[in-house]
């Protein structure tokens, strides 16, 4: 059982990483630790990673730099380059649980699914991965972020009042 959780969000520029991090946190939300509101008035400590290691053009492990948080939300730039942080938090003993905003969306063909290997490359790993639409009300797949943070962390006793 992984002692550690990475909650990825992965996609394009303007895909709805930032809105997901805003809708969670009920607002604009800067890097760093954070205390997350789940549900009852019960909190949990996370580390957010809101703009992508790609699009900060530094790796994850200089974003975290020694600290090695028990629960990071982080967003990912759907790039080749996203194996380099999917690899890091898979190596440091991170359960990975994704979210694949719009795959496709603005194609002008059908799509091709994940020609960067990254869904592929995670599927072998700890993790678990969900195509979502970034397009609309953030709601539904920020409830489903905050049940399994409520429930991973739970099980740890890493929920707090």
């Given at each position: 059982?992984?002692?550690?959780?990475?909650?990825?969000?992965i996609?394009?520029r303007?895909?709805?990483?930032?809105?997901?991090?805003?809708?969670?946190?009920?607002?604009?939300?800067?890097?760093?630790?954070?205390?997350?509101?789940?549900?009852?008035?019960?909190?949990?400590?996370?580390?957010?990673?809101?703009?992508?290691?790609?699009?900060?053009?530094?790796?994850?492990?200089?974003?975290?730099?020694?600290?090695?948080?028990?629960?990071?939300?982080?967003?990912?730039?759907?790039?080749?380059?996203?194996?380099?942080?999917?690899?890091?938090?898979?190596?440091?003993?991170?359960?990975?649980?994704?979210?694949?905003?719009?795959?496709?969306?603005?194609?002008?063909?059908?799509?091709?699914?994940?020609?960067?290997?990254?869904?592929?490359?995670?599927?072998?790993v700890?993790?678990?991965?969900?195509?979502r639409?970034?397009?609309?009300?953030?709601y539904?797949?920020?409830?489903?972020?905050?049940?399994?943070?409520?429930?991973?962390?739970?099980?740890?006793?890493?929920?707090?009042?």
């Amino acid at each position: 059982m992984a002692d550690k959780l990475c909650v990825a969000v992965i996609g394009n520029r303007n895909s709805g990483k930032s809105t997901t991090w805003q809708q969670l946190f009920g607002g604009k939300v800067k890097g760093g630790y954070h205390e997350l509101q789940l549900y009852y008035g019960d909190y949990a400590k996370v580390f957010l990673v809101g703009s992508s290691p790609q699009e900060q053009k530094t790796p994850i492990n200089q974003l975290l730099g020694a600290k090695r948080p028990r629960i990071v939300l982080c967003a990912i730039q759907y790039s080749f380059d996203a194996h380099e942080t999917l690899t890091f938090f898979s190596d440091n003993g991170y359960q990975i649980f994704a979210h694949w905003l719009n795959p496709g969306y603005k194609d002008n063909k059908p799509p091709v699914l994940d020609p960067n290997g990254i869904v592929t490359a995670l599927l072998s790993v700890n993790s678990l991965v969900g195509i979502r639409d970034g397009k609309i009300s953030p709601y539904r797949r920020v409830q489903n972020i905050k049940d399994f943070v409520y429930g991973w962390a739970m099980r740890r006793s890493l929920i707090h009042q």
